[in-house]
């Protein structure tokens, strides 16, 4: 069974930087496209960032492109998401997803995590 497990949400300030980490078990990492999602209270899951299976690409959202960055360890299978100069916009459930040989474009889950709470408040 594959499992998904995030951490590293939390509440912090405007401006200030978080890095969500997500667990894989259950399958290697290397061999799932992985990304990230977020859900605002009453609206369904938006897209914020993945990575192919090889690592070799990455794809954001607009919303977060040159602010929160993608990154895979596959000796710890385990997927990053560094956010920085983060925003109130910013505040969220974030998903860690995987997909079996995803290519990062198009992302479509296979498996998902059960969500890391971001809140971002002066």
């Known amino acids: 069974q594959v499992q998904l497990v995030e951490s590293g949400g939390g509440s912090v300030q405007p401006g200030d930087s978080l890095r969500l980490s997500c667990v894989v078990s259950g399958r290697t990492v290397s061999s799932l496209g992985m990304g990230w999602f977020r859900q605002y209270p009453g609206a369904e899951r938006e897209f914020v960032a993945s990575i192919s299976w090889s690592g070799g690409s990455t794809y954001f959202a607009d919303s977060v492109k040159g602010r929160f960055a993608i990154s895979r360890d596959n000796a710890k299978n385990t997927v990053y998401l560094q956010m920085n100069d983060l925003a109130p916009d910013d505040t969220a459930l974030y998903y860690c997803?995987?997909?079996?040989w995803g290519l990062g474009f198009r992302f479509q889950a296979d498996y998902w995590g059960q969500g890391t709470q971001v809140t971002v408040s002066s």
């Open positions: 997803a995987g997909e079996s």
